[in-house]
């Protein structure tokens, strides 16, 4: 007869810094405190919530970005430059024809003046409140995979041309005015 022992060994763990601790923490959002963003999957939470991080697919399948505070649709890749950390007035998850800002990783939000959009300034005005809309009111939160339209104050939707993103036309379609809401797999 054959005895088998097992011997538990302790196992070290790495040890727990100050820095380890600030390094877990992503405050890439600017301001005053560095605002926290949700960078969770979209196979954890694929309901769009007020702090989470958004990618938006335009037609071409470039996402929307910002780079010299200038907005545009030029990579296919979603990097930080793509990232929209996605804010309301209100609580609770975002829904048909809720008003919502959308901040850039530079600390900025996404604002229209006239059929400019660009990335300015951090103000949580008009100029920088959307309206985020589907096509015909759903009982169900914006999640991952839904198209979505943005409205600004103007009454004019966003849209893409090429890699160009302007404010143009009242009216929404399926092609140039449509953004696939997407979030970061793990």
Known sequence: MSVLLLVALPLAAAEVTTEVLSAREWQTWGGPGGDMASASPASVHPVVKPGDTIFLRAYNGK???????????????????????????????????????????????????????????????????LVIERNGPMAHPVAVGDM???????????????????????RKGLGYHAFIVEKQPR
């Open 63 to 129: 996402y929307l970005g910002v780079k010299d505070f200038k907005v545009g649709a030029k990579s296919s890749r979603k990097e930080s430059a793509e990232a929209f950390k996605v804010d309301k007035r209100s609580v609770g998850d975002v829904y048909h024809e809720d008003r919502i800002f959308l901040t850039s990783t530079n600390g900025f939000r996404l604002e229209v003046n006239g059929d400019q959009v660009s990335c300015l300034n951090a103000q949580r005005g008009p100029r920088q409140e």
């Open 148 to 170: 979505i339209f943005l409205r600004a104050h103007t009454g004019n939707h966003l849209d893409v041309v090429g890699e160009t993103v302007r404010a143009r036309f009242p």
